[in-house]
């Protein structure tokens, strides 16, 4: 839908920020129309990730002003997304999800250029991620969190003081969401702590996307759902699963351990099946919404310093009601009088 009227208003409210001075900007904020210009022309943001919260994502950003994104995910459009990934149609099922995100968004908001990336993290070079002012995570995996930490770390230097060069910081900033619950992170590799310092703060991953299930299992757990979530259905048609019988699970089991040998994958038992199967909690749209919101807000605060950013995590736990908090996980800050312990590891420094 083309709107002529739509560039003025649209950024309306994003010059109330950048225009004018405040009491809570950040440092070295300089009010003026060319930070407007810097946004749309120099800061290139990176969006890893074209799932329920990388759409949201794309789009919030685009909408605050960022003219150059980039976005990458290796997977294909299945029909499970469509009721949250709302820049996917029915069409759409088996096409790239970047690419399509990329367009949609494209093809919505003017002005805005979005290069997609069909592929895996790891098949980009380090350089590629470098090219990012900032980097923005809208992933479901913590291996492919702990993998993008890696890559940014990698690129601090410190100088003859032992203190980060500001030039070789590349923010991260990481959401994440399950069922009812979320968190937006900031993690300023040198500044804040790290992902993989703060991996303690992560219950241990038991729910999956569907899409992940039927497309690209990677863990015993992953064979385990889609025999129950996909493959119970197929063969039974109608006749609905009960994990108190053993029989079901046995069946599951058997199954699971089917798919775990098509694709390599180890590690598949019957007390893991019986675990997996009893906890399933759904994607939840409006929590992507509002953790992708929260993220593109403090992306917009980090690129132009209009404001001080999230110190610097914030959860989301929508039961009753909506509670959201913000805390600096202080056990970090005593983890060897440092702030990160991982700036010795030295991922990929040759
Ligand atoms: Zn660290």
Redesign the pocket.
Known sequence: MADTTAQPSRSRDLDKLLLRPGHLVGPNFEPGPELRDDLKEYAKVLVVGAGGLGCELLKDLALSGFRNLEVIDMDRIEVSNLNRQFLFRFEDVGKPKAEVAAKRVMDRISGVNIVPHFCRIEDKELEFYNDFSIIVLGLDSIEARSYINAVA?SFLEYDSDDNPREETIKPMVDGGTEGFKGHARIIM?GVT??????IWLFPPQVKFPLCTLAETPRTAAHCIEYAHLIKWDEAHSGKSFDPDNPEHMQWVYSEAVKRAELFGILGVTYSLTQGVVKNIIPAIASTNAIISAACALETLKIVSACSKTLSNYLTLSIYLKITLSCFYPEQVLRTEGRI????DLQYWKR
């Not at 990160?340 to 700036?343: E, F, G, S, T, V």
């Open positions: 770390c590799p702590p790290c992902f993989e310092c703060t990160c312990i991982c700036r």
